[in-house]
């Protein structure tokens, strides 16, 4: 079993950073694809990016460019550096972990954390 738990969300002015990190526990993630996932109000979860186990970076077309995501194995941590915020950014962001298995993957979430783009 894999615990996320999310933090560094917060209220931001447009045009800030923020930086997201996803500490796991249970098992070690260096062999599991990372990804973040965001919910805004009224709409669907939506990937926002994943990285693989070998590093492999993709990004929604609305964050490329703007958001990074990057992993501490050591740490069994993953982060998203969010720059260049936008009210449209405003959503809470979901950790999610996806290990593979036989069948193909089980996928893990955390809580998730609020992330507010405001003036």
């Known amino acids: 079993q894999v615990q996320l738990v999310e933090s560094g969300g917060g209220l931001v002015q447009p045009g800030g950073s923020l930086r997201l990190t996803c500490a796991a526990s249970?098992?070690?993630?260096?062999?599991?694809?990372m990804g973040w996932y965001r919910q805004a109000p009224g709409k669907q979860r939506e990937l926002v990016g994943h990285?693989?186990?070998?590093?492999?970076?993709s990004y929604a077309s609305s964050v490329k460019g703007r958001f990074t995501l990057s992993r501490d194995n050591a740490k069994n941590m993953v982060h998203l550096q969010m720059n260049s915020l936008k009210p449209e950014d405003t959503a809470v962001y979901y950790c999610?972990?996806?290990?593979?298995?036989?069948?193909?993957?089980?996928?893990?979430w955390g809580q998730g954390t609020q992330v507010t783009v405001s003036s």
């Open positions: 999610n972990a996806r290990r593979p298995i036989i069948s193909g993957w089980y996928d893990y």
């Open positions: 249970g098992s070690i993630i260096s062999s599991f694809t």
């Open positions: 990285i693989t186990a070998s590093d492999n970076e």
